[in-house]
């Protein structure tokens, strides 16, 4: 198939980006990585740069920037596909644009975010008679919640579905999240053999290069180094065709776990350095967990703990529970105490739910939100349902006073990605 793309004549007056995006992706399963690398970045550029891109292609190329490991380009293109499929009422294409945010979201520090995109995501399936719609949403939430039951749970209603599809897609996407989960809670040995089944893609798009982060972590934390060497080296190799922050600091944060002494520590430092000019706040927020669980482990006490206290801050505010604990626990055993937080995530309002409940308040119609938010009225209404059992009442005239006792909740603004 692949080779056939190469072979084929370009499609009749075809937008910017159109033949370098087809011919990217076939060139990296037909020879490799770094030889389909150039023309997929050629042809994100292309269409960060073209407003006017047709809807149909933005979920396609905002893939395509996370699998040249370009953070930026990834929100403009993920944000303007769900911007303009909602505007111009393409249910069949939300959802993918739905889907193309949830990692972002994620990634960026929201996890909230996520379980509502995942949510919307199955209401729009429901809508359009999609029974088969895969729970990537909430498969990533109990992942990165540290959820082992509710995630096999998932797992077991879904593998088969997507087998009987033919969706490989969630394999991969599963092979990630698995080895999220259990290097989240210390299951170092089951992070790998999760990690290795999510990287059986040899082309090492999407979750199949992000397997490789979690599988090296994995390897060097079971004292298995030799199982990562191969995984380090396709990341280097990945960081040197894409030559952005993300892949170069995911790279240097690979050498550093496989490394010693002098040689480690330089490289946890440019990993940080680099991944901190990212959104991807959470990266940002493990690569400082590992460094410090590695400073503890060289008596460097002191010095631990300034990059553990980042990192448990930094991840206990993104709601990856299992991270945060771990962060935590690696804390405590310097000698310091770790804040918890105040208020439970699973009974907090989102960040959007409260923007939703704010403009009910002001007299807003679900109608009258859901365009100012670019959501679904039927999506308000969902999200409205939610506030109501979160905050214990039962109609919209009890929302001022419910409001009011939650600090801060009437200034709430919305997050960029």
């Known amino acids: 198939m692949a080779a056939a793309v ?13 033949v370098d995006l087809l011919t990217g992706l076939a060139l990296v399963t037909t020879s490799g990585y770094p030889a389909g690398a150039p023309p997929l970045r050629r042809a994100v550029e292309a269409f960060v740069s073209d407003d006017g891109a047709d809807v149909r292609w933005l979920p396609l190329a905002a893939r395509a920037a996370v699998d040249v490991w370009d953070d930026d380009a990834w929100a403009v293109l993920a944000r303007r596909a769900t911007a303009l499929a909602r505007r111009r009422g393409e249910l069949r294409i939300l959802p993918d644009a739905l889907l193309a945010q949830l990692a972002l979201r994620l990634l960026s520090g929201d996890l909230e975010g996520t379980a509502a995109a995942g949510g919307e995501v199955a209401m729009i399936a429901e809508t359009v008679g999609d ?7 909430p498969a990533t939430v109990a992942a990165w919640r540290g959820r082992r039951e509710d995630f096999e749970e998932l797992l077991a209603d879904a593998d088969a579905e997507a087998a009987a599809r033919g969706e490989g897609r969630w394999f991969a996407v599963t092979g990630w999240l698995g080895a999220v989960l259990a290097n989240g809670v210390g299951r170092y040995e089951d992070a790998l053999v999760a990690a290795e089944a999510g990287i059986r893609d040899p082309d090492l798009l999407g979750t199949s290069g992000w397997s490789l982060v979690e599988l090296v972590e994995a ?7 030799e199982r990562a060497t191969a995984a380090a080296r396709r990341l280097a190799e990945i960081a040197d065709a894409c030559g952005t922050d993300w892949a170069g600091g995911v790279a240097a944060r690979s050498r550093a776990l496989l490394s010693d002494g002098d040689r480690a520590e330089a490289a946890y430092e440019e990993a940080t350095a680099r991944l901190s000019r990212t959104r991807l706040t959470v990266l940002t927020a493990r690569t ?23 990192a448990h801050e930094m991840l206990a505010e993104a709601g990856v529970a299992a991270f945060a604990d771990r962060a935590r626990r690696e804390l405590e055993a310097t000698g310091e105490t770790a804040r918890r937080r105040d208020q439970d995530a699973e009974t907090a309002l989102t960040r959007q739910e409260l923007q939703i409940a704010r403009l009910a308040v002001d007299g807003g119609t679900n109608a009258g939100i859901a365009g100012q938010l670019f959501l679904s009225p039927r999506t308000v209404e969902w ?19 419910a409001l009011g006792r939650i600090p801060g909740a009437h200034a709430v603004v919305t997050r960029a990605y």
């Open 6 to 18: 190469l072979r084929a004549p370009a499609p009749p007056e075809p937008g910017p980006g159109h």
């Open 131 to 137: 029974t088969g719609m895969l729970p990537y949403g």
């Open 219 to 225: 390897a060097a934390r079971a004292g298995r180094p």
């Open 288 to 310: 400082r967990l590992v460094h410090g669980e590695w400073l503890r482990r060289a008596g460097r006490r002191a010095d631990a703990r300034e990059q553990l206290r980042a």
């Open 383 to 401: 999200h409205l349902r939610k506030i109501f059992t979160k905050l214990g009442i039962a109609r919209r005239t009890e929302l001022r006073d």
